[in-house]
């Protein structure tokens, strides 16, 4: 699994001509080493623990059609996708067409959206937690339903209706491309991915992704999941290096913009 989180830090000149190939060298690189996914932030602003805000952020969705046509292999999605950027019936019409453009690779990745400074920058409404929570349950609902119901879809929630929606082509992938659902939330996130999510992603240091992975286990019960059906996966960086100094100093390094108290909950030496 390669994550890029497009810091594009060789621009420092501004020179954008050069992102493109910068990126499909990446990707390619990944493929060829065997990578099983590759994945891109769904932002439109660079997030403050990774870099400045200003600094170059790709569109996920348009870069992903981009890196369909320099690979044949490699899984790709959106780690994650929020919510409340885009219709659900929208975004599993992008979905689909990812899927069907790559010939079966889309990995969809979503989640409630937490870049309130983001979201008003762009003049995206940023509902309470309650409401983007509820929102993400149904539209994993609605995108469901977009790629596996014929020939049309409908669906009445309190926030998302859609009535005899058509999704043709539907994914290649069958019964559906795999939805992961991002975020630790232990009372609503993890039992979202319970109910509907093929995989999760979870951050923080090995004790708390145990303690995650506990309450997950319980979420399954609860609904009847079985536990060992769900992918698990963690967001994070290792470092390694002969020199535990050294590595500590690649540690601060690249997490020059994160609170101290967090560095253990996302890098392993």
């Given at each position: 699994?390669?994550?890029?989180?497009?810091?594009?830090?060789d621009?420092?000149?501004?020179?954008?001509?050069?992102?493109?190939?910068?990126?499909?060298?990446?990707?390619?690189?990944?493929e060829?080493?065997?990578?099983?996914?590759?994945w891109?932030?769904?932002?439109?602003?660079?997030?403050?623990?990774?870099?400045?805000?200003?600094?170059?952020?790709?569109?996920?969705?348009?870069?992903?059609?981009?890196?369909?046509?320099?690979?044949?292999?490699?899984?790709?999605?959106?780690?994650?996708?929020?919510?409340?950027?885009?219709?659900?019936?929208?975004?599993?019409?992008?979905?689909?067409?990812?899927?069907?453009?790559?010939?079966?690779?889309?990995?969809?990745?979503?989640?409630?959206?937490?870049?309130?400074?983001?979201?008003?920058?762009?003049?995206?409404?940023?509902?309470?937690?309650?409401?983007?929570?509820?929102?993400?349950?149904?539209?994993?609902?609605?995108?469901?339903?977009?790629?596996?119901?014929?020939?049309?879809?409908?669906?009445?929630?309190?926030?998302?209706?859609?009535?005899?929606?058509?999704?043709?082509?539907?994914?290649?992938?069958?019964?559906?491309?795999?939805?992961?659902?991002?975020?630790?939330?232990?009372?609503?996130?993890?039992?979202?991915?319970?109910?509907?999510?093929?995989?999760?992603?979870?951050?923080?240091?090995?004790?708390?992704?145990?303690r995650?992975?506990?309450?997950?286990?319980?979420?399954?019960?609860?609904?009847?999941?079985?536990?060992?059906?769900v992918?698990?996966?963690?967001?994070?960086?290792?470092?390694?290096?002969?020199?535990?100094?050294?590595?500590?100093?690649?540690?601060?390094?690249?997490?020059?913009?994160?609170?101290?108290?967090?560095?253990?909950?996302?890098?392993?030496?």
């Amino acid at each position: 699994m390669a994550y890029s989180t497009l810091t594009l830090v060789d621009y420092k000149n501004h020179d954008t001509s050069q992102i493109a190939d910068s990126l499909k060298h990446l990707i390619t690189k990944a493929e060829n080493a065997g990578f099983d996914s590759f994945w891109v932030m769904d932002h439109f602003h660079q997030i403050p623990i990774v870099g400045k805000l200003e600094e170059p952020m790709l569109e996920s969705w348009t870069t992903l059609s981009f890196l369909t046509a320099v690979t044949s292999k490699i899984k790709l999605g959106t780690l994650m996708t929020g919510i409340i950027y885009r219709h659900p019936s929208i975004l599993a019409k992008i979905g689909a067409t990812l899927d069907v453009i790559s010939k079966g690779r889309l990995f969809m990745g979503i989640g409630a959206a937490w870049n309130e400074q983001e979201s008003l920058a762009y003049g995206v409404p940023f509902p309470p937690a309650k409401e983007r929570f509820l929102r993400l349950e149904e539209a994993i609902q609605i995108i469901h339903k977009m790629w596996t119901e014929e020939p049309s879809a409908s669906f009445s929630g309190k926030f998302y209706q859609i009535k005899k929606a058509y999704c043709n082509p539907k994914p290649i992938q069958k019964p559906s491309p795999p939805i992961m659902v991002g975020g630790s939330g232990e009372r609503q996130t993890l039992r979202i991915v319970a109910k509907y999510a093929d995989a999760c992603n979870l951050f923080g240091s090995v004790e708390t992704i145990n303690r995650k992975l506990t309450i997950l286990k319980e979420h399954c019960t609860s609904v009847g999941r079985d536990y060992g059906s769900v992918l698990k996966t963690k967001l994070g960086m290792v470092v390694l290096d002969d020199d535990r100094e050294k590595a500590k100093e690649r540690i601060q390094q690249v997490s020059r913009r994160m609170p101290e108290e967090q560095i253990n909950e996302f890098a392993s030496q």
